[in-house]
């Protein structure tokens, strides 16, 4: 069964941090590309990051750059995503999802999606 499970979220202050954490079961993981995606109170969905493959080549929504990391371990079949100087704009529920490709965009289409993390940035 195919099946990709987050974790890591939670409560923090502006200006903290969080690392979420993407494990991946069911499929041949170290193939395929990963994005993280998020989806802000009233808000559409829209990407974060993704990384392809081998960790060739990672994309970051402009928001986010600077702050946050997109990082994968293929001996653990898990993907990261650190987010440092979080903002309230940040916060969201986070899922992360493969396109089962090599590559990635921000775009998608993406196939399969984790049930996602809640993220809450507030003082």
């Known amino acids: 069964q195919v099946q990709l499970v987050e974790s890591g979220g939670g409560s923090v202050q502006p200006g903290g941090s969080l690392r979420l954490s993407c494990a991946a079961s069911?499929?041949?993981?170290?193939?395929?590309?990963i994005g993280w995606f998020r989806q802000g109170p009233g808000n559409e969905r829209e990407g974060v990051s993704c990384?392809?493959?081998?960790?060739?080549?990672?994309f970051y929504k402009d928001s986010v750059k600077g702050r946050f990391t997109i990082s994968r371990d293929d001996a653990k079949n898990t993907v990261y995503l650190q987010m440092n100087s979080l903002t309230p704009d940040d916060t969201a529920i986070y899922h992360c999802?493969?396109?089962?490709?090599?590559?990635?965009?921000?775009?998608?289409?993406?196939?399969?999606w984790g049930q996602g993390t809640l993220v809450s940035v507030s003082s």
């Open positions: 999802a493969t396109n089962f490709k090599f590559g990635c965009t921000l775009d998608g289409p993406y196939s399969v």
């Open positions: 069911g499929f041949g993981f170290d193939n395929y590309a």
């Open positions: 990384i392809t493959r081998g960790s060739g080549q990672v």
